[in-house]
């Protein structure tokens, strides 16, 4: 199984930024090879996607965070991050990452929840207007 840990979350104004790390403590094949997703969750509501990126860093965007948030994978670090730019409080939330490798490369990240099996535990993210 693939071991996934996020980092970078806390409390931040509306305007602000935030860089989010996820990084893979294991995989048991090539890191590069796999999907991974950015998504998050109010309590009491779905898992909403964020982002998503392959394993050519072609990447994919909820239409709310388009323009204000980037994906990017650094493979030798087995990390992706998500850069978030001018947050709004409705970006407060609990955000996951995910990994998953349905075929042998990643061509397309998919920006749906269900298509990811290995999940971490999540890293709290609260914007102040």
């Known amino acids: 199984e693939v071991q996934l840990v996020e980092s970078g979350g806390g409390s931040v104004q509306a305007g602000g930024s935030l860089r989010l790390s996820c990084t893979a403590t294991y995989t048991p094949i090539s890191y590069s090879t796999y999907c991974v997703g950015w998504f998050r969750q109010v309590p009491g509501e779905e898992r909403e996607s964020v982002a998503a990126i392959s394993s050519t860093r072609s990447a994919t965007y909820a239409e709310s965070v388009k323009g204000r948030f980037t994906i990017s994978r650094d493979n030798a670090k087995k990390t992706v991050y998500l850069q978030m730019n001018f947050v709004k409080p409705e970006d407060t939330a609990m955000y996951y990452c995910?990994?998953?490798?349905?075929?042998?490369?990643?061509?397309?990240?998919?920006?749906?929840?269900?298509?990811?099996?290995?999940w971490g535990q999540g890293t709290q993210v609260t914007v102040s207007s």
């Open positions: 995910a990994a998953d490798r349905p075929t042998a490369y990643c061509y397309t990240a998919p920006l749906s929840p269900s298509d990811y099996n290995f």
